[in-house]
């Protein structure tokens, strides 16, 4: 601020940049807190994924990078000012301490938020996963911070002469950054983007599945049975003893049709017993009553319908394959008519 209690242009561009900010890179920001409060307490985390043999490219530009147990995604510190087009420091120093010194300087320093210059000061210290001495690095979010804040400072003409060649090196970064999130980048590098799907099943499956086995309900209405009875061309209707392959053709044009992992944790909760070679419960039964039931109620509701237009088992197929494609699956958009 001025002393007429206007604002400064620096204080404008740092809460314009602080305004800009995504919420994946504030998460990335808040992990980074976490970890620095791991050192605080004499904790040094450990990277689950990532290597140096294969760093994260962009461009003509490779900086080894890695995720932490805490799910970090974290630039060696070394390959951070190799990105910048930054030397290492005089001798004895660190990294570190020539990050820290170029953000500090006369030109830049006005353009640098706080926060940015608490991660450069900060440095994150982990293990690789293969064991090893400490290393050093900064959190992915870092760069493209500190790119904005040095392209930032070359359009106020702040930058000196010798620094222009890394503002052109951040202006470089910038747009690989503009085609592809620094996180996606970092997960793609360390192989961590596999690992993340999994999580996500699981978080998927913590809500879509009871962790207890509900009270049995009739969830699949008789209209579903008798199209199937139909389209197959057997005789309806019938007592309690339904063919046996209907658990075959439920998996089929229902279970498998339902978010990707849901029936192989059905069938691991409700498993074959090896006297009957049955299932003792229904896999409906371990359904969520909020998320799972509904949308498998939803699902039948959905396609009795496109049983009932169809003439053929195999029409119906192609309906259905169309409007819930299996994972994974080729989807056919030409359907020809049933003869």
């Given at each position: 601020?001025?002393?007429?209690?206007?604002?400064?242009?620096?204080?404008?561009?740092?809460?314009?940049?602080?305004?800009?900010?995504?919420?994946?890179?504030?998460?990335?920001?808040?992990?980074?807190?976490?970890?620095?409060?791991?050192?605080?307490?004499?904790?040094?985390?450990?990277?689950?994924?990532?290597?140096?043999?294969?760093?994260?490219?962009?461009?003509?530009?490779?900086?080894?990078?890695?995720?932490l147990e805490d799910g970090t995604r974290v630039l060696s510190q070394r390959g951070t000012l190799?990105?910048?087009?930054?030397?290492?420091?005089?001798?004895?120093?660190?990294?570190?301490?020539?990050?820290?010194?170029?953000?500090?300087?006369?030109?830049?320093?006005?353009?640098?938020?706080?926060?940015?210059?608490?991660?450069?000061?900060?440095?994150?210290?982990?293990?690789?996963?293969?064991?090893?001495?400490?290393?050093?690095?900064?959190?992915?979010?870092?760069?493209?911070?500190?790119?904005?804040?040095?392209?930032?400072?070359?359009?106020?003409?702040?930058?000196?002469?010798?620094?222009?060649?890394?503002?052109?090196?951040?202006?470089?970064?910038?747009?690989?950054?503009?085609?592809?999130?620094?996180?996606?980048?970092?997960?793609?590098?360390?192989?961590?983007?596999?690992?993340?799907?999994?999580?996500?099943?699981?978080?998927?499956?913590?809500?879509?599945?009871?962790?207890?086995?509900?009270?049995?309900?009739?969830?699949?209405?008789?209209?579903?049975?008798?199209?199937?009875?139909?389209?197959?061309?057997?005789?309806?209707?019938?007592?309690?003893?339904?063919?046996?392959?209907?658990?075959?053709?439920?998996?089929?044009?229902?279970?498998?049709?339902?978010?990707?992992?849901?029936?192989?944790?059905?069938?691991?909760?409700?498993?074959?017993?090896?006297?009957?070679?049955?299932?003792?419960?229904?896999?409906?039964?371990?359904?969520?009553?909020?998320?799972?039931?509904?949308?498998?109620?939803?699902?039948?509701?959905?396609?009795?319908?496109?049983?009932?237009?169809?003439?053929?088992?195999?029409?119906?197929?192609?309906?259905?394959?169309?409007?819930?494609?299996?994972?994974?699956?080729?989807?056919?958009?030409?359907?020809?008519?049933?003869?």
């Amino acid at each position: 601020m001025t002393d007429d209690g206007n604002e400064t242009p620096q204080s404008k561009g740092g809460k314009a940049r602080a305004a800009s900010v995504s919420p994946e890179q504030r998460s990335e920001i808040a992990r980074a807190g976490a970890t620095a409060r791991w050192a605080a307490l004499g904790k040094v985390p450990k990277a689950t994924h990532g290597s140096a043999d294969h760093p994260l490219k962009i461009g003509d530009v490779e900086i080894p990078c890695y995720v932490l147990e805490d799910g970090t995604r974290v630039l060696s510190q070394r390959g951070t000012l190799g990105g910048l087009g930054l030397s290492q420091g005089t001798s004895g120093g660190s990294g570190g301490d020539r990050l820290t010194s170029f953000a500090s300087g006369k030109g830049i320093s006005p353009f640098v938020s706080s926060e940015l210059r608490a991660m450069i000061e900060n440095p994150i210290r982990f293990r690789h996963s293969k064991g090893g001495g400490v290393a050093f690095g900064y959190p992915a979010t870092i760069l493209p911070e500190i790119c904005e804040s040095v392209l930032s400072a070359r359009q106020a003409g702040a930058l000196q002469r010798q620094q222009q060649h890394i503002a052109a090196q951040c202006e470089a970064l910038v747009r690989a950054f503009a085609k592809v999130g620094i996180v996606a980048l970092v997960d793609e590098a360390t192989g961590y983007q596999s690992a993340r799907e999994r999580d996500e099943l699981h978080k998927l499956l913590s809500v879509y599945l009871s962790e207890e086995r509900l009270a049995w309900a009739k969830r699949f209405p008789d209209e579903f049975y008798k199209q199937v009875y139909r389209l197959r061309g057997w005789k309806w209707p019938v007592g309690k003893a339904k063919t046996p392959l209907l658990g075959h053709i439920t998996n089929d044009v229902v279970y498998e049709r339902l978010p990707a992992g849901v029936l192989p944790k059905l069938q691991e909760l409700n498993p074959t017993e090896d006297e009957t070679k049955r299932r003792k419960h229904r896999h409906h039964q371990f359904l969520s009553e909020d998320v799972g039931q509904p949308d498998l109620r939803d699902h039948i509701l959905q396609i009795i319908p496109l049983m009932k237009v169809s003439r053929t088992w195999e029409g119906f197929k192609k309906h259905l394959d169309v409007a819930f494609p299996k994972k994974g699956t080729q989807i056919l958009l030409d359907i020809d008519e049933e003869t």
